[in-house]
């Protein structure tokens, strides 16, 4: 009933930039903390960047000044604008959505996931 779509993943070269979209649709009621998370090859997956409805940001360290979250809540979309990518940054990078959602005559509320874009930096 809810999907999460992501976009603008790809191959760019080291100190270039890339602008990831999460669009998500369904039958929404409405849209709370949306995030980005990040897992590299044999490594755990791990938080990247929230953000509140209210547009309230939080960034793990390696994303506190090269990268920048945003959304527009009128489209139910989170971005993540990255700049000055490096080799490490190389992952799949995922989205998620803390959704309140229609299920029948229910108002349901869970956390979705994207399926994954693939990031990759090269040297």
């Known amino acids: 009933q809810v999907v999460l779509v992501e976009s603008g993943g790809g191959l760019v070269q080291a100190g270039g930039s890339l602008r990831l979209s999460c669009a998500a649709s369904?039958?929404?009621?409405?849209?709370?903390?949306m995030g980005w998370f990040r897992q590299a090859p044999g490594k755990q997956r791990e938080l990247v960047a929230t953000i509140t409805s209210g547009g309230s940001t939080n960034y793990a360290e390696v994303a506190k000044v090269r990268f920048t979250i945003s959304r527009d809540n009128a489209k139910n979309t989170v971005y993540l604008q990255m700049n000055s990518l490096k080799p490490e940054d190389t992952a799949v990078y995922y989205c998620n959505a803390d959704i309140k959602y229609y299920s029948g005559d229910y108002l349901r509320r869970d956390v979705h996931w994207g399926q994954g874009t693939q990031v990759t930096v090269s040297s």
């Open positions: 369904g039958s929404i009621f409405n849209v709370n903390d």
